[in-house]
């Protein structure tokens, strides 16, 4: 530690103080002196008076070791970090600052908050080095490009079920469109993009990844083959009839846009819903409803091009029968079809080899034949049938060996003579059989 005789003083003080020696010592003038430290005159004047009156100790600057006017006092400081530290406890210091002045009314810039979370050591989500990637312009039209993706994460803390975040984020605007569901599938995405025709209108094409829900997995069939084509899956299927092109992402960093929503809300949504306890996928979704305007309107950017490119949806589609998943299963003989090993009974006579069966997204089922709905109904109980006849099976019976009685005419005198002194069978109690044989019988 420091003791009364010793003086504190930076580089450039200590580098102005022989100078100024020199001055009082009427070695240099006060002309020279400022010439060599670039200051005015005045000032000479001013720390040579310091000096000559306090001594060394002078050429120190006097808001050396005071508060700023600008600080903060001790008691809001104690009352920010016990807040940090419990209430937004894994908080960033740009997101803590925000909710600090937006809940609690404490007005503190990020920085200086970052600077008391370093002196206190309370630890922080950091950014983390990206990778160089290739650069790729925004589209210029909003509604051009829309890129989608589900995303795997404990958005309830444990509060609640898991679920998946499907977001829509447009290329152009970065505006966002998003919901909570239990599982990333096939009816999820088609209900959430369902939602999103209804808002905003069909966009021109859609920037996705290769999983199973929307890049098929199937070898091309020889039909496929011949016509040039991929194989489609639900969803491909349901996008080239609604005329949206479906773009393949080759990577994840390839549709970094989306993915990186998907960082920002994994922290600062996940948080949001903390402060709201928020406990189940409705109350999530009704939250979204006025959560992400607010968003958007802080983090969404201006298209280059005015224009939009979203088409509103013609008036003779039906949007139901597109999002949907079709299933094609042959008719039998007597009306009836097997779907997800269940047996159905059609109604209506068709002639007609095969039908389809649509799955909705709110969990109805139809079955349709050329675009019309058919009454059906399921059959709990199977008919009997050939497999249900009872079966016959083989059992083990014991058979005694036929032995004709001695006067039988077969047997001549000499086989009498030879063998009438042995008993007969039926003058014995019990011969034991010498043979076994298998007979046909019911069970």
Not at 108 to 131: G, H, P, Q, V
Not at 294 to 303: C, M, T, Y
Not at 413 to 424: C, D, I, K, N, W
Request: hydrophobic residues 30%; charged residues 35%.
């Amino acid at each position: 530690m420091a003791g009364k005789d010793i003086v504190k003083m930076s580089v450039l003080e200590l580098k102005r103080l022989p100078i100024i020696h020199k001055v009082i010592q009427k070695e240099l003038t006060q002309t020279e002196a400022s010439g060599l430290l670039h200051l005015c005159t005045r000032q000479i004047r001013r720390i040579k008076e310091r000096i000559t009156q306090e001594g060394d100790e002078g050429i120190a600057h006097k808001s050396r070791g005071r508060l700023s006017n600008n600080a903060k006092p001790n008691k809001i400081k104690n009352r920010v970090l016990h807040l940090c530290s419990t209430k937004y406890k894994g908080f960033n210091p740009t997101f803590a600052s925000e909710k600090l002045f937006e809940i609690d009314k404490i007005p503190l810039s990020d920085e200086t908050l970052r600077l008391w979370f370093i002196e206190n050591k309370i630890e922080y989500k950091t950014r983390r080095a990206r990778k160089h990637r290739k650069w790729r312009e925004r589209r210029h039209y909003f509604g051009e490009m829309e890129q989608a993706d589900g995303s795997h994460h404990d958005w309830l803390e444990g509060r609640g079920p898991e679920c998946v975040l499907m977001l829509y984020v447009d290329d152009a605007t970065s505006r966002r469109f998003a919901k909570f569901y239990k599982y990333e599938g096939t009816l999820p995405f088609m209900e959430s993009f369902k939602r999103y025709i209804k808002k905003r209108g069909l966009p021109h094409s859609i920037y996705i990844d290769r999983h199973s829900t929307y890049k098929s997995t199937k070898k091309p069939s020889i039909d496929d083959e011949l016509n040039n084509r991929e194989p489609l899956t639900q969803v491909g299927r349901a996008l080239k009839e609604l005329g949206v092109d479906l773009i393949f992402a080759k990577s994840a960093p390839a549709k970094g846009r989306v993915e990186r929503n998907f960082e920002t809300f994994q922290d600062r949504l996940i948080k949001e819903m903390r402060l709201k306890d928020i406990k189940t996928i409705d109350e999530a979704n009704k939250f979204l409803e006025y959560y992400l305007p607010g968003f958007d309107k802080r983090f969404s950017v201006e298209p280059i091009e005015k224009d939009d490119l979203h088409r509103p949806l013609p008036k003779d589609i039906d949007l139901d029968a597109i999002l949907c998943i079709k299933t094609e299963h042959p008719v039998r003989n007597d009306f009836t079809i097997v779907h997800k090993t269940k047996l159905y009974q059609i109604f209506d006579r068709i002639n007609a080899k095969k039908i389809t069966v649509e799955e909705k997204t709110n969990g109805r089922m139809l079955i349709t034949y050329k675009g019309k709905a058919l009454k059906y109904k399921e059959i709990t109980q199977r008919p009997k049938g050939k497999e249900d006849k009872p079966k016959y099976v083989f059992t083990m019976v014991r058979k005694e060996r036929y032995r004709p009685p001695m006067e039988h005419p077969l047997k001549g005198p000499f086989f009498r003579a030879r063998y009438q002194h042995l008993p007969h069978n039926s003058q014995k109690e019990k011969v034991a059989p010498k043979e076994k044989g298998l007979l046909l019988t019911k069970p």
